[in-house]
């Protein structure tokens, strides 16, 4: 009989708060371009926006026996993380899932496989990222591991990592790095605010990055 610890250390609240107030992409960025999960994880709704610790599960291809064992045990905040193989033929998560999710206070979901019932998840609000939408059913049989590192969307994301999510797509952080991440993000965000002002200033974006001496090394002549 299988055997699943489902504890794992979980990063400060805080700065989980403090890491949302930044966008997937500034986030991807700021962390040396790391941490992005395929862009085939999109929401099904753009205006749907997590960040919380992952709490992360292993599905069978068709089977969410173990999805609806990780929404049981999932604490309030976590973002449910499902590893499925890409499977596109799928709708393993839907509005009645997504009600049991809301009714534990968990802070979304994010897969590599199948939802449905889309219009009914729009309307709730609870933030769902997938792989596809389908209306194919699924069956419950295959048990498999809670709580330990998944492969979803070509990176490994470990139980208590810090997913985000929004309408651009899903970057991960490592939960020891979150309060770097933060760190970093605000610098980004800093520098690209000075940007945007000195484009209102009348500079041109070559001389805002500095590019006139990359573009003649490069052997580009403009004749204006």
């Known amino acids: 009989m299988p055997r699943v610890n489902t504890k794992f250390d979980r990063p400060d609240p805080a700065l989980v708060e ?24 999109k ?27 990780a929404i049981a045990h999932a604490q309030p905040g976590d973002v449910v993380v499902v590893s499925a193989g890409e499977y596109a033929e ?28 889309t219009r009914e998840l729009r309307e709730l609000g609870f933030p769902v990222f997938s792989f596809s939408v389908s209306i194919k059913g699924t069956v419950k049989e295959t048990v498999g591991p809670m709580a330990e590192p998944v492969l979803i969307g070509g990176e490994i994301v470990r139980p208590g990592d810090v ?7 899903v970057v991960v952080v490592r939960r020891e790095d979150v309060d770097d991440v933060v760190r970093k993000s605000q610098e980004r965000v800093d520098a690209e605010a000075g940007y945007i002002a000195a484009y209102r200033a009348g500079k041109s974006v070559i001389e805002v990055s500095n590019l006139a001496a990359v573009l003649e090394a490069k052997g580009l002549v403009i004749d204006d």
């Not at 966008?23 to 999960?37: D, N, Y």
């Not at 992952?54 to 999805?67: G, H, Q, S, Y």
């Open 18 to 41: 403090r890491l949302s107030a930044y966008s997937s992409a500034t986030i991807h960025e700021a962390q040396g371009r790391l941490g992005a999960l395929s862009s085939t994880i």
């Open 43 to 69: 929401p099904v709704d753009d205006a749907m926006s997590l960040c919380g610790p992952a709490f992360t599960v292993r599905c069978a291809p068709r089977d969410n026996i173990m999805l609806q064992a």
């Open 90 to 117: 799928a709708g393993s998560f839907g509005d009645v899932l997504a009600n049991a999710c809301v009714a534990k206070g968990l802070g979304g979901l994010i897969t590599d496989t199948g939802v449905r019932d």
């Open 163 to 169: 997913v985000r999510g929004d309408a651009d797509g």
